[in-house]
C-alpha cells in the first residue's frame, strides 16, 4: 500500500494528524458545530458537513447530546460556523462570516447519523459548497483520512442578530489511517432484526471529532465517523474508531429550507435521484436489499 502522504498530498504518515490551516477543498464544505449554552458560553460539539442547501450531516449522538441539553424552553442555541468569503483571520482557529442557526433535526433510528437544517441567509445558497459523497465500502488496508474539528471552547460576538464569526479552542483536523475491519454495527434498539455496515480504522480522531467527514484517496466522502478510543488500537496509533457509511442517509427525510424561511421535509433519495445532492455509486461494494435498505458488503479479496 502506499503512503497516504503521497496519496492525501500532506507530508504525514500512518496514525498521525495534521491541521488543516489553508481555506482550501475541506473548509468548504466541512463546519464544526457551536452550542451556545443558557450562560451564553460557547463550545464545538461536532462537526456537521453540507451535503445540500441547508443540509448538514453528523453523528446522531452529537444530536443526542445538544438535545439533551437544550430542552425545550430554554436558552441554548446551536449554531453551524460558515465561513464566507477568505474565512479565515489569519489563524487556522478563527473565521468571519455568518453563523447558521440550526432550526430542525433529523436522526437515523437505527445507525449514528443525523441530519441538521438550518436557515440560509441571503446569498448563502450560491456560496455554500457541498461535498459529494461516494456509496462504497473500501478494502481492509485501504489509506482513509477523517477531517473534524475537535471538542473545545469557542469564542464569537454575539448580537441581537445572533453570533458573528467564531474564534475555536482546536482547529480542523486531519488524521491519517487505514481500514483495519469491516464490521456490523447494532443499532440502539436491540431488538431490531438485522445490522447497519462499516468500517473500523485508525485514522486518528483526536478531541472526539463526532460526525467528522471520513474521505477515501480519491477525496471522495465515504462516511462518518462515530465512536473513537478502542481499547486495543493497532501498534502504530493509539487511536481506532468506527465509520458509518454515507449510503445510510438515502432511507432519511429531510427539511429542505425554503426561500421564505418554511421547510420542506423530501427524502434524500429524492434529492440525489434529481440531482439536488451530488453521488456516485459503486455497486459491487453497495446495493438496496430485498426490503429497499441501503446496504454494503465488503469488497471482494482480489
Known amino acids: 500500500m502506499d503512503d497516504p502522504a503521497s496519496i492525501f498530498g500532506f507530508a504525514m504518515h500512518l496514525g498521525e494528524h495534521v491541521v488543516v490551516d489553508s481555506h482550501e477543498r475541506f473548509r468548504d464544505w466541512l463546519m464544526p458545530i457551536v452550542l451556545i449554552d ?43 460556523a460558515w465561513t464566507s468569503g477568505p474565512g479565515l483571520l489569519g489563524t487556522a482557529n478563527a473565521f468571519r462570516g455568518q453563523m447558521l442557526s440550526v432550526k430542525r433535526y433529523r436522526r437515523h433510528p437505527r445507525v449514528d447519523l443525523a441530519v441538521l ?37 469557542a469564542s464569537a460576538d454575539i448580537t441581537e442578530e445572533g453570533p458573528t464569526g467564531v474564534a475555536l479552542e482546536y482547529p480542523l483536523m486531519l488524521g491519517f489511517g487505514s481500514v483495519t475491519g469491516h464490521n456490523e454495527l447494532w443499532g440502539p434498539n436491540p431488538n431490531l432484526p438485522r445490522s447497519w455496515p462499516g468500517f473500523e480504522t485508525d485514522a486518528p480522531m483526536p478531541g ?95
Not at 462516511?223 to 438515502?250: D, I, R, T
Request: charged share 15%; with cysteine; aromatic share 8%.
Open 38 to 80: 443558557e450562560d451564553r458560553e460557547l463550545r464545538v460539539n461536532g462537526t456537521a458537513v453540507c451535503i445540500g442547501p441547508g443540509t448538514f450531516v453528523t453523528a446522531r449522538h452529537v444530536v443526542d447530546y445538544l438535545l439533551d441539553v437544550r430542552p425545550q424552553g430554554n436558552d441554548a442555541e446551536v449554531w453551524i
Open 117 to 153: 437544517t438550518t436557515a440560509l441567509p441571503a446569498g448563502a445558497v450560491g456560496q455554500l459548497a457541498t461535498v459529494r459523497w461516494s456509496l462504497r465500502m473500501p478494502a481492509l488496508g485501504e489509506p482513509v483520512a477523517l477531517l473534524g474539528y475537535p471538542a473545545g471552547k
Open 208 to 302: 472526539a471529532m463526532s460526525g467528522g467527514a471520513v474521505i477515501d484517496q480519491h477525496n471522495r466522502l465515504i462516511g462518518f465517523s462515530s465512536s473513537s478510543q478502542k481499547p486495543n488500537p493497532p501498534e502504530h496509533s493509539s487511536w481506532s474508531g468506527y465509520v458509518n457509511m454515507a449510503g445510510f442517509l438515502l432511507g432519511m427525510d429531510v427539511d429542505v429550507p425554503q426561500g421564505d424561511g418554511t421547510f420542506v421535509p423530501l427524502h434524500v433519495a429524492e434529492l440525489v435521484g434529481s440531482g439536488v445532492m451530488s453521488v456516485d455509486v459503486d455497486p459491487t461494494t453497495f446495493y438496496i436489499d430485498d426490503y429497499g435498505n441501503p446496504t454494503y458488503r465488503p469488497p471482494e479479496t482480489q
